[in-house]
């Protein structure tokens, strides 16, 4: 919010801002405005390539809403500024990271592993129920995201200044006499926004999020180790996948200890959004490498019913 005007910048053309004028805030406002527009370009030249040599209709008009999503991302983020709105910088945040998984789903999808997996992987019976575990694991990290970017858009600075406990808490009083003590305490130590009782309670609905989708991604990992094995790639994935939520969970905490410092916030939300993506290609590609077990049985019971099946997802391809 250091530009207060746009599509220009403090009066000039975006392309045309003086980098004498680059300082402080402005220098990341002005280039946050830049790298969008780099990635608007791109995902221009990705619809367009897909739509031209792309034979998959459905992959085709992936690259539309794409494209269509980073114009609407765009948008959002030049309203966030003109109408100073902070809802809409929660869905400017929550679109970011949904256009991020479709980006990375599209170079899954046009990948050569995607289009040879069936000549060369045999398909396994989902027993374990992996894939309904990696599509939750993966839905409750978007609420988390969704959660985070609200909470950063009250511009209140930290609610609960204190972790693993809640002003001194295991769950911290709300009533109006002691967020009233709470804010007299955060304006005699930095002079920070007041706080309200909601936004303690979100985060702390954040921090006992963070502790489901940690036991969730677990137990996926533990899941996928115990199904497939631990060399299989599914496994390894998973492993990776709880060893970013590790990483989270520790930045989440040291952000608070850091007392919201810039880098390590930042890096907070990297990491989150990270973790949303590979949660996401590991629900794509269970989809893709492991065979419902209702479905299974079926094509035990009835082969020719199976024989029906197997045709019609060829032709679907």
């Known amino acids: 919010m250091t530009v207060p005007d746009w599509p220009t910048s403090y009066g000039y053309n975006m ?181 309200t009782a909601f936004q303690i309670c979100l985060q702390m609905v954040h921090r006992i999020l963070a502790v489901l989708i940690f036991a969730a991604v677990a137990f996926s990992a533990w899941s996928a180790r115990r199904q497939v094995g631990s060399g299989n790639r599914l496994s390894k994935l998973a492993l990776g996948w709880l060893g970013l939520i590790f990483v989270q969970i520790f930045l989440g905490a040291y952000t608070i200890w850091s007392n919201k410092a810039a880098d390590v916030a930042t890096t907070h939300v990297l990491v989150g959004a990270l973790s949303l993506m590979t949660g996401a290609m590991l629900t794509i590609v269970s989809f893709r490498l492991l065979i419902p077990a209702r479905a299974a049985t079926k094509t035990v019971v009835e082969p020719a019913g199976s024989a029906f099946v197997s045709s019609k997802a060829a032709s679907a391809k």
């Open 15 to 195: 392309f045309a801002f003086p980098i004498s004028k680059w300082v402080g805030g402005i220098f990341w406002e002005h280039l946050h405005r830049l790298a969008a527009t780099v990635v608007g370009f791109l995902t221009s030249i990705l619809a367009i390539w897909l739509w031209v040599k792309e034979s998959r209709r459905w992959l085709r008009w992936l690259g539309v809403i794409a494209w269509c999503a980073v114009v609407l991302q765009g948008v959002l983020g030049g309203l966030r500024v003109v109408l100073y709105k902070n809802e809409i910088g929660i869905f400017h945040a929550a679109l970011a990271q949904a256009f991020f998984v479709l980006v990375c789903a599209i170079a899954l999808f046009t990948s050569q592993w995607w289009n040879e997996v069936n000549s060369k992987i045999t398909a396994e019976v989902d027993r374990g129920g992996l894939r309904r575990l990696f599509l939750f694991g993966t839905c409750l990290i978007f609420v988390q995201l969704v959660i985070g970017a609200t909470m950063r858009h009250q511009h209140a600075g930290l609610a609960i200044p204190d972790f693993p406990l809640a002003y001194h808490k295991v769950w911290p009083a709300m009533d109006a006499a002691s967020v009233a003590s709470y804010n007299q305490q955060r304006e005699e130590v930095n002079a920070v926004n007041p706080i």
